[in-house]
């Protein structure tokens, strides 16, 4: 068995399972206050290895923030690493598509609807990207009491930064579309979407209570997943009622700091490089250590 990410903590014990499923390994430690992690291994249908980390959004000391309009076009690309680390977060995972993707220019445009600290930067958009990112594909907003929601483009507004739901919008993300709706996966037909890859995807209890933030690598020893694979786990698995698909592929990265020791690393395995690709845009957590 692999160490917990994190050394001074307990963890669960080991799960497996039998029959269709075959076999799992799934490691879980409770790092800060209303934080659950989750560090999933499974050999079937294939080889894969997913981390879920679950957010309960009424935790005393939990804030949110995404990463801040910068540089000549909307963001300055960073890695998720440095990201957590600029702003001392405890927990962070990529999230806006980007463009110009592929490019080493470290000035880039996020794709969607994108707040931060209540600055929106970003509007709903038809993107170039068709052939995975949806037009005006819908994102998850966390106003300044962390309540979360799905929001939608408001129509009657021709800017593109209004949304049709009575919110405020704080820290608001999108991706390419939403995998999960009403706690039934909701794949667009599109043959992208059936490609196994590494994934990052983001989803909501039906209570709106529990944020989920999920990953699975295709690198390490995974394969990675088809988008329906990660809406069924998430909806499954985790109780998740809305999802959105985020940027995948070598920008997934998941990064978490030890509660002991202060330290940040990426957890999971890119397929970029160690240390995760320059993104668009990171989702950052800030949480208080468990006692």
Known sequence: MRRSAFPGLLTAAVLLWAGARLYAEQRVTQPYVGVTCIDRTETAPRAVHMHIVQIDLGAPGLRFTLSPPAGGREVVRQTTLEFLEQEQAQIAVNAHYFLPY?????????????????RVYSAFESPEQSYALLADAPGVNIDRANHATIVHRDRTQPDGTHVAEPVALWTTLAGSAQIVTGGATSIPDLAWYSAVNARTAIGLSRDGRTLTLFTVDKSGGSEGMQVGEVADVLVRDYGVWDALNLDGGGSTTMVLQDPVTQRASVVNASSDNPAGRSVGSSLAVFARPNP
């Open 102 to 118: 592929p490019s080493s220019d470290t000035d880039a445009w996020v794709i969607g609807i994108a707040a931060a600290d209540g």
